[in-house]
């Protein structure tokens, strides 16, 4: 026949085969409605990048966290302004969480939340 009738009739035996309820096509549709499924369930976090350590690592936040953010930087604040930029010695261990003086490109100090990554 003409080089389209092939597709034509297997379309039309497919249409067939689904308006007489033989099954064949059964577990295509149970897949659609499993994806179908997925996408509805999926949800999105929208996320601030804090830092981009290089080219592969990059540390982020999620903003649904903003409150314990504002209630750390809002902590790190008064710190400031009680202790001012004085530094205090301090015992470390590796991994420990410690308040750092950093200055800013603008040259403003600060403390900020920092992990000890050295023995």
């Known amino acids: 026949g003409a080089p389209g009738s092939l597709s034509a009739e297997y379309e039309a035996a497919q249409e067939s085969a689904r308006s007489a309820r033989r099954g064949l096509w059964e577990e295509e549709e149970e897949e659609a409605e499993a994806e179908e499924e997925v996408r509805t369930t999926e949800t999105v976090t929208r996320m601030t990048v804090s830092e981009v350590v290089d080219g592969v690592n990059v540390m982020m936040q999620a903003d649904g966290d903003r ?10 604040q008064q710190l400031l302004e009680q202790h001012g930029t004085t530094p205090a010695p301090v015992e470390t261990r590796k991994n420990s969480i410690v308040a750092a003086l950093f200055t800013d490109e603008d040259g403003a100090v600060a403390w900020y939340r920092a992990r000890v990554e050295g023995p």
């Open 67 to 76: 409150s314990r953010l504002d209630r750390v930087q809002d902590y790190m």
